[in-house]
């Protein structure tokens, strides 16, 4: 073989190496660009005379609202088993995934004498929604506002809670870069351990009382709900 055509042989196999090396490097980096997860921007703002915070993450937005307060005690009132569902979704650039979680709200108050309970979560991408709501019309929002909700009455099975959570995704192929089991529940414990619920009791006598309540729930998997009257 010519010392030419050796020549011409050895360069189309550096050639075909540094092809390959070229689009090995360029698949890493898509990689990592699609997994790269940046945790989500709390934002502080006042409406109407109330705090809130704007939870703006890679797959929702979250609004809700902010209260500062101190408690020197809990009394346990409460509690009951979970049973719900939930949705999930991913990020367009596959970063991150949120998780919307609808349960069963079994209630606090049967007292007959009631008028009205308005309710409000603070701190955490928790809300109230009526009972006859569904999680499927939460599906495709990406921006959710957590408000006030009120009732007339007991609030005995009236409502449900809402649970929204981010988190980011994963390596793992196999499982399409979902996040584990635990991981979502860890997310969802997080929210609900966060939240300040506030109960307006109005009666019908015209007496009115405010009331602070905060959720607990299983330290590996929510499984139940506990409830914490807080003593200030």
Same mark, same amino acid.
């Given at each position: 073989?010519?010392?030419?055509? $050796?020549?011409?042989?050895?360069?189309?196999?550096?050639?075909?190496?540094?092809?390959?090396?070229?689009?090995? #490097?360029? @698949?890493?980096?898509?990689?990592?660009?699609?997994?790269?997860?940046?945790?989500? /921007?709390?934002?502080?703002?006042?409406?109407?005379?109330?705090?809130?915070?704007?939870?703006?993450?890679?797959?929702?937005?979250? @609004?809700?609202?902010?209260?500062?307060?101190?408690?020197?005690?809990?009394?346990?009132?409460?509690?009951?088993?979970?049973?719900?569902?939930?949705?999930?979704?991913?990020?367009?650039?596959?970063?991150?995934?949120?998780?919307?979680?609808?349960?069963? +709200?079994?209630?606090?108050?049967?007292?007959?004498?009631?008028?009205?309970?308005?309710?409000?979560?603070?701190?955490?991408?928790?809300?109230? /929604?009526?009972? $006859? #709501?569904?999680?499927?019309?939460?599906?495709?929002?990406? $921006?959710?506002?957590?408000?006030?909700?009120?009732?007339?009455?007991?609030?005995?099975?009236?409502?449900?809670?809402?649970?929204?959570?981010?988190?980011?995704?994963? #390596?793992?192929?196999?499982?399409?870069? +979902?996040?584990?089991?635990?991981?979502?529940?860890?997310?969802?414990?997080?929210? @609900?351990?966060?939240?300040?619920?506030?109960?307006?009791?109005?009666?019908?006598?015209?007496?009115?009382? @405010?009331?602070?309540?905060?959720?607990?729930?299983?330290?590996?998997?929510?499984?139940?709900?506990?409830?914490?009257?807080? /003593?200030?």
């Amino acid at each position: 073989m010519s010392k030419k055509k $050796s020549y011409i042989i050895l360069m189309a196999i550096c050639v075909i190496l540094f092809s390959g090396c070229q689009k090995k #490097d360029t @698949v890493t980096e898509e990689t990592q660009e699609r997994i790269s997860y940046q945790e989500p /921007v709390i934002t502080e703002y006042e409406s109407d005379g109330m705090a809130y915070e704007k939870m703006s993450g890679e797959s929702i937005e979250v @609004v809700y609202p902010k209260l500062d307060k101190t408690f020197y005690d809990e009394i346990s009132v409460t509690g009951w088993r979970v049973s719900g569902t939930g949705r999930s979704g991913m990020a367009d650039n596959k970063s991150a995934c949120y998780i919307k979680y609808m349960c069963d +709200w079994e209630g606090l108050y049967t007292d007959e004498n009631i008028q009205s309970i308005k309710y409000t979560i603070y701190n955490s991408t928790c809300g109230f /929604v009526y009972a $006859s #709501d569904n999680i499927n019309n939460y599906r495709k929002k990406k $921006s959710i506002n957590m408000k006030s909700v009120s009732v007339s009455g007991s609030d005995t099975d009236a409502l449900k809670l809402l649970i929204i959570a981010e988190l980011p995704t994963t #390596d793992d192929e196999i499982n399409s870069y +979902w996040p584990s089991v635990y991981m979502e529940e860890q997310a969802k414990i997080k929210a @609900v351990n966060n939240a300040l619920i506030e109960a307006d009791v109005i009666y019908n006598d015209g007496t009115e009382k @405010v009331e602070y309540y905060k959720m607990k729930t299983g330290t590996h998997s929510m499984t139940s709900l506990d409830i914490y009257k807080q /003593v200030e």
